[in-house]
């Protein structure tokens, strides 16, 4: 991989619900690009990381991508309470074929968390005794 007109990269993106409340699920979605040239050696993963899902893992299928594959994925989160905003960042290292190089690339969610409420008003007409 001498030749610059070689280059390997791999994009990734992060996806999630806008707007969530605490105990809900949000639904993250990572997409994983090989934008590498097409001369390059297929992407091998070497690492992948969530800060807030630690057990998120990239799927077999996306273990090894090919020039221009591009492939996704999908996990959920619940809110704790006592949390917000909910910022989110997943963190994935590839490396092409055989070579030690590494290439990495890192992408952060934010969702917005909303207080439900509510207000009660009593009316009513008053009657004399």
Request: hydrophobic share 35%; with cysteine.
């Amino acid at each position: 991989m001498d030749d610059e007109s070689v280059r390997a990269v791999v994009d990734i993106e992060k996806t999630g619900d806008l707007l969530s409340k605490v105990g809900d699920k949000i639904t993250y979605t990572v997409t994983i690009h090989n934008t590498s040239s097409s001369d390059t050696p297929d992407l091998v993963l070497a690492s992948f990381s969530d800060d807030l899902v630690p057990g998120a893992a990239v799927p077999a299928d996306l273990q090894t991508l090919s020039y221009n594959e591009l492939g996704s994925f999908s996990f959920a989160y619940t809110v704790p309470a006592g949390l917000g905003p909910v910022v989110n960042t997943a963190s994935v290292t590839y490396h092409p074929g055989t070579f030690t190089n590494n290439i990495s690339d890192t992408d952060s969610w934010t969702t917005n968390l909303f207080e439900p409420s509510v207000d009660i008003e009593k009316t009513g007409t008053c009657f004399p005794r």
